[in-house]
């Protein structure tokens, strides 16, 4: 066990629909990192917040977007699903602001049908 | 933006057989390679990292080789075990917009026959 915990595990969903996927950090983690995970495109990064902060935008959609709150748990919020999103969704946690040593929780997959 | 190249994309190899994964990377500044292991169903866990000030890093079985002029660098894993086989990514952490990021290559399946 990694110490971040993702959930739901599984999201089914349809096709212009929206869906929040949670991740809480290893404790004492300040940063929280997104990666979408598809079969031919392996671990995409979408973005990273550090202490509630955005850090650092990757390759992730004007469709989607994230926040992290307070206590350090973030949220990804996916809208107008298309059947091109459904991937596993990984979100990671590391103590400092760049990315080093990352702990990935077990992962979200989303099926949008 | 950094891009990261892995070869190969599988590999097969015979139980207490070394196994050697390669990458390659474009951005000269980039600074961290970490190697991460991903079996069926499961997270990614890093296994081991090297920082571009060092040109080798051994743990156990596994080691990673660097070579900053060449900008490649290298996971070999001797005296394989079945326990070995999954999906193994490199990754390279480089500075843009004044951040890092780290970006990862598309996988290495390696698959450790009995």
């Known amino acids: 066990d990694s110490g971040v915990t993702q959930t739901p595990k599984h999201l089914i969903t349809a096709t212009g629909q929206r869906v929040t996927l949670r991740c809480s950090p290893r404790s004492g983690d300040l940063s929280v990192y997104w990666y979408q995970q598809s079969l031919d495109q392996g671990l995409q990064f979408l973005i990273q917040y550090y202490n509630g902060e955005e850090r650092a935008k990757g390759n992730i959609l004007e469709r989607f977007s994230a926040q992290q709150f307070p206590d350090l748990h973030s949220e990804l919020n996916l809208s107008s699903l298309e059947l091109g999103d459904s991937a596993l969704y990984f979100c990671?946690?590391?103590?400092?602001?760049?990315?080093?040593?990352?702990?990935f929780g077990s992962g979200t997959q989303l099926s949008v049908l | 933006g950094e891009n990261v190249e892995q070869h190969p994309s599988t590999l097969s190899v015979q139980e207490g057989d070394s196994a050697v994964i390669k990458c390659t990377y474009s951005d000269s500044a980039s600074n961290y390679f970490p190697w991460y292991k991903q079996e069926l169903g499961k997270r990614p866990q890093l296994i081991i990292d090297?920082?571009?000030?060092?040109g080798e890093k051994k743990d156990q079985r596994i080691a990673v080789t660097l070579n900053k002029t060449a900008k490649h660098f290298s996971l070999h894993i001797t005296e394989t075990q079945p326990e070995d086989s999954a999906v193994y990514f490199c990754a390279a952490r480089y500075s843009g917009a004044g951040s890092y990021q780290l970006t990862f290559g598309k996988g290495t399946k390696l698959s450790v026959i009995p």
């Open positions: 990671a946690s590391s103590v400092g602001q760049n990315p080093e040593k990352l702990f």
């Open positions: 090297i920082r571009s000030n060092v």
